[in-house]
Nanobody
Framework: QVQLVESGGGLVQPGGSLRLSCAASGIIFRLNALGWYRQAPGKQREFVARITGGETTNYADSVKGRFTISRNNAQNTVYLQLNSLKPEDTAVYYC?????????WGQGTQVTVSS
């Protein structure tokens, strides 16, 4: 079955950096687009970034120029590099893949940006 396992979250000061990882199994990884979403307390889950199998990327306006999504097909892993972090980036970050109109999610990893 499809499994997505995120890691790499933590507590970081404003202006700091983190790298999130999402290890995928149960899918033909190299053929699929994967995305990152986030959900802050009391808010709806929102799109952050996406990368296709051909490595085309797109980003939410709020993270453009600060976050970078990448993938390693040999390791079935997608990454999200978070730079210049702001307190408003605080959220649980989720990995996502859509297969045949069904969304699959990981368990999430907490990112907290605070001094």
């Amino acid at each position: 079955q499809v499994q997505l396992v995120e890691s790499g979250g933590g507590l970081v000061q404003p202006g700091g950096s983190l790298r999130l990882s999402c290890a995928a199994s149960g899918i033909i990884f190299r053929l699929n687009a994967l995305g990152w979403y986030r959900q802050a307390p009391g808010k709806q889950r929102e799109f952050v970034a996406r990368i296709t199998g051909g490595e085309t990327t797109n980003y939410a306006d709020s993270v453009k120029g600060r976050f970078t999504i990448s993938r390693n097909n040999a390791q079935n892993t997608v990454y999200l590099q978070l730079n210049s972090l702001k307190p408003e980036d605080t959220a649980v970050y989720y990995c996502n893949v859509r297969l045949q109109m069904m969304d699959y999610w990981g368990q999430g990893t907490q990112v907290t940006v605070s001094s």
